[in-house]
């Protein structure tokens, strides 16, 4: 069974900087399709960044020179940073199988998130 668990949310200053991740079991990381997505309050999931299986990444606009997706295979973790939030980028984050297109799909799995809130 696949199992992945976030952690690294809190309450952070806009502009400083917050590093999530995401232990997975059950699985391998960088065999994987692995992805961040999001929920803004009153939002629907919002998808981030993915990285793919061979190394591959790619962002979404709002993610893009912000936020840099990692993996560690040794922790078998996947990594999020964020760099200099924003308001706006107050979410949970949920870390999630499959790339892109896929991870909305069914046979993917999302973990239970990690709650940041970016306030002064």
């Known amino acids: 069974e696949v199992q992945l668990v976030e952690s690294g949310g809190g309450l952070v200053q806009p502009g400083k900087s917050l590093r999530l991740s995401c232990v997975a079991s059950g699985l391998t990381v960088g065999t994987v399709d692995m992805s961040w997505v999001r929920q803004r309050p009153g939002k629907g999931l919002e998808w981030l960044v993915s990285i793919y299986e061979y190394g591959a990444m790619e962002y979404a606009d709002s993610a893009k020179g912000r936020f840099t997706i990692s993996r560690d ?48």
Do not use: H
């Open 73 to 120: 295979n040794a922790k078998n973790t996947l990594y999020l940073q964020l760099n200099s939030p924003i308001i706006e980028d107050t979410a949970m984050y949920y870390c999630t199988t499959g790339g892109r297109f896929e991870w909305r799909t069914g046979g993917n799995s999302r973990g239970q998130g990690t709650q940041v809130t970016v306030s002064s």
